[in-house]
């Protein structure tokens, strides 16, 4: 009876722990292609802005510098924007951005200036401003490293072992009743 009940148990932990790992790979690969990643709006500037000329130079940064149509410099900074002087690096952004790995959502307008700052390395980490027709201002951040491979390595396995264990605990305490109860 010991061995069934670990052959019943095997049955159950090691397909269920071998689905979680191929889960938990789909799901990592969903979200390094963006999947669950939404733009933000960081709002207008008091002035119609017609293109971006500075973003920082920090990971997951949301400062940004816009110009006018009247010359006028503002910048993004701790949730609002500020009058400031033209930085020494500004420049002048394309109006697309470079399709690279991993995709990102398509903005939600029409856009007018796009920059991006982005890091290869542990880690993939982009973040990404777009200017659109409208005058708004709106960034995506992105970020997927070694650690989200903790998923489908650990987590999704374990999730389907615990499911694998639970199902049979269920199953052999139905058999066991049966027996117990002679039949039915």
Same mark, same amino acid.
Not at 4 to 13: D, G, K, P, S
Not at 18 to 39: C, D, K, T
Not at 85 to 107: D, G, I, M, V
């Given at each position: 009876?010991?061995?069934?009940?670990?052959?019943?148990?095997?049955?159950?932990?090691?397909?269920?722990?071998?689905?979680?790992?191929?889960?938990?790979?789909?799901?990592?690969?969903?979200?390094?292609?963006?999947?669950?990643?939404?733009?933000?709006? &960081?709002? @207008? #500037? =008091?002035?119609?802005? !017609?293109?971006?000329?500075? *973003?920082?130079?920090?990971?997951?940064?949301? %400062?940004?510098?816009?110009?006018?149509?009247?010359?006028?410099?503002?910048?993004?900074?701790?949730?609002?924007?500020?009058?400031?002087?033209?930085?020494?690096?500004?420049?002048?952004?394309?109006?697309?951005?470079?399709?690279?790995?991993?995709? &990102?959502? @398509? #903005? =939600?307008?029409?856009? !007018?200036?796009?920059?991006? *700052?982005?890091?290869?390395?542990?880690?993939? %980490?982009?973040?990404?401003?777009?200017?659109?027709?409208?005058?708004?201002?709106?960034?995506?951040?992105?970020?997927?490293?070694?650690?989200?491979?903790?998923?489908?390595?650990?987590?999704?396995?374990?999730?389907?072992?615990?499911?694998?264990? &639970?199902?049979?605990?269920?199953?052999?305490?139905?058999?066991?009743?049966?027996?117990?109860?002679?039949?039915?």
């Amino acid at each position: 009876m010991r061995i069934t009940r670990w052959i019943v148990t095997a049955l159950f932990i090691i397909p269920l722990a071998i689905s979680g790992f191929f889960i938990g790979l789909w799901l990592w690969y969903r979200m390094s292609e963006g999947a669950l990643v939404q733009w933000q709006t &960081l709002g @207008s #500037p =008091p002035e119609k802005a !017609i293109r971006i000329i500075d *973003i920082g130079n920090e990971f997951g940064t949301q %400062d940004i510098s816009v110009e006018t149509d009247s010359g006028k410099v503002y910048r993004f900074k701790q949730s609002t924007w500020q009058a400031t002087e033209k930085p020494p690096t500004a420049r002048n952004f394309p109006q697309t951005c470079y399709a690279t790995a991993p995709k &990102l959502p @398509s #903005p =939600p307008g029409n856009v !007018i200036s796009c920059a991006e *700052i982005s890091a290869f390395e542990w880690i993939t %980490d982009r973040t990404r401003f777009v200017l659109l027709d409208n005058g708004t201002v709106w960034r995506v951040h992105h970020q997927v490293g070694i650690e989200a491979l903790l998923i489908p390595i650990c987590i999704g396995p374990l999730i389907g072992a615990l499911i694998g264990v &639970l199902i049979t605990r269920f199953v052999l305490r139905k058999n066991q009743r049966k027996v117990t109860t002679g039949g039915t």
